[in-house]
């Protein structure tokens, strides 16, 4: 499936709270916009830096970890961002690669945190949110046409992961067609999996109820809420709430 071409201009519309300063971390790949209390970028290249590494040193040794679309098992000593792309496959039925940005935005707002306040990481359209403030983030499933949608989130639910999986634009691998799928967890290499699952089903418009009622197969899984767009069609269900933006 050919993807659109999309690029960062999202970032631009975010504008940080009081007490709030925005940074970039790029790191090869890697490219994480990140909200936080102070300017905390060097600490978050060198966590980047070792995630990377630990991925980049697992996949030399086990080559089918970065090539394969269906879970694959890892040792308990293995380290512990492949532990969690892992278990992430395993529960949503798709390859470990499915969750890395995810797990790679959680892990590094986990070392960004650390009682020092409010911090949110985005690392290629997927969020993980520690808040003590009322957050809304902004869903794209037309980059031309901007985000006229977001999702509103209470303090209350974080900390919180919002990924996002697209069959038509990005770079990331997806099987579907789908404009957008989202998904809701407190568990981002979870969410990240479960959008790419969730994505793959989607063919067209008629597909979307199919969306849903897998979505709710992984509720006990750790799935809190989910949004998919294709074409026309559009719905949601569980814990969200969807607010107009722009």
Known sequence: MAHDAVGRTYRETVRPAAGE???????????????????????????????????????????????SLVPV???????????????AGELCGVGP??????TVAQMVAEALHKGRGDVVVENG????LHSSRERVVALLPDPKGGS??????????FPLAVCSS???????????????????SKDAAFADAAATALCNLLRDGDDVQRVLDRAQELVP???????????QSVAAWGDLELVAVG
């Open 21 to 67: 300063v925005s940074f970039q971390v790029v790191v090869e790949e890697s490219d994480l916009f990140v909200l936080a209390p102070a300017d905390l970028s060097r600490e978050a290249v060198d966590v980047v830096r070792e995630l990377r590494g630990q991925i980049k040193n697992h996949m030399l040794l086990h080559p089918g970890f970065g090539e």
């Open 73 to 87: 098992s890892v040792s308990d000593s293995g380290p512990e961002v492949v532990r969690r792309m892992a278990r």
């Open 97 to 102: 690669m499915a969750a890395v940005a995810g």
């Open 125 to 128: 359209g997927d969020v993980f």
């Open 148 to 157: 006229r949608v977001g999702i509103r989130i209470a303090p209350d639910r």
């Open 166 to 184: 697209s069959g038509r634009i990005g770079h990331s691998l997806s099987l579907g067609c789908g404009d957008l799928v989202t998904v809701l």
């Open 221 to 231: 899984a750790g799935l809190e809420g989910v949004f998919a767009q294709c074409g």
